[in-house]
């Protein structure tokens, strides 16, 4: 069984599953920002504080490898899997700095929805790393994150004809693209981590 076979060190998953919950929590912040760009400041601060919550876990995972004379997991599969969870903890703040950047007042169908696609991904990213000891549990959560990132591209792909119909201002076409291109971005690395998430899990199964 996958559960008597990865050692009983627990200290690593705990801080990977405290960095799934910041994905969680920054992803929701970044939905309601696109949805109430009124409260764009207050909500790109939280998103802020977030993303140092998850640098100072990352930093936690990176001194416990440096301590640690036995790993429960390659001390490469902990490092890759820290630093993307935390890559799509600074992506999603990266997103809305850029909003911030941009003084976005309005909010946009496509924004939104590639965000809510983002929600649901770490979810399932959220469920894996909880989970990580069964790989077919695992293995489900991978298929829906990239079921749910074709789904972003094709939204993403929209969204970007549709900034360049008639005749756009130059620099409301800048300031979306910029937006969109982050948020699929964020798609994308939560791909990876999945990808990674199921590479560990068959590992150490």
């Avoid at 009983?8 to 920054?26: H, I, Q, Y």
């Avoid at 930093?59 to 416990?64: A, C, F, I, N, Y």
């Amino acid at each position: 069984m996958a559960f008597r076979l990865i050692p009983r060190d627990e200290g690593f998953f705990d801080l990977f599953n405290e960095l799934a919950k910041r994905l969680v929590t920054s992803s929701g912040l970044l939905r309601d920002l696109f949805a109430n760009p009124d409260r764009l400041e207050e909500l790109a601060a939280a998103i802020k504080e977030v993303e140092h919550e998850a640098d100072h876990i990352t930093h936690d995972v990176s001194t416990r490898l440096d301590s640690s004379f036995i790993t429960p997991l390659d001390r490469e599969d902990i490092h890759k899997l820290a630093q993307e969870l935390d890559n799509v903890v600074d992506l999603i703040n990266g997103t809305a700095r850029r909003a911030t950047m941009f003084h976005i007042t309005e909010t946009r169908e496509p924004a939104r929805k590639l965000c809510e696609i983002v929600v649901q991904q770490v979810k399932h990213l959220e469920r894996a790393v909880t989970q990580i000891r069964d790989p077919r549990a695992v293995a489900l959560a991978t298929r829906e994150v990239k079921a749910l990132e074709q789904q972003g591209d094709a939204i993403y792909h929209d969204a970007m004809g549709a900034l360049f119909l008639g005749k756009p201002d130059p620099l409301d076409v800048m300031k979306w693209k910029e937006i969109y291109d982050t948020i699929e971005n964020t798609l994308d690395v939560c791909q990876t981590v999945a990808i990674v998430l199921e590479s560990i899990s068959l590992k150490n199964s």
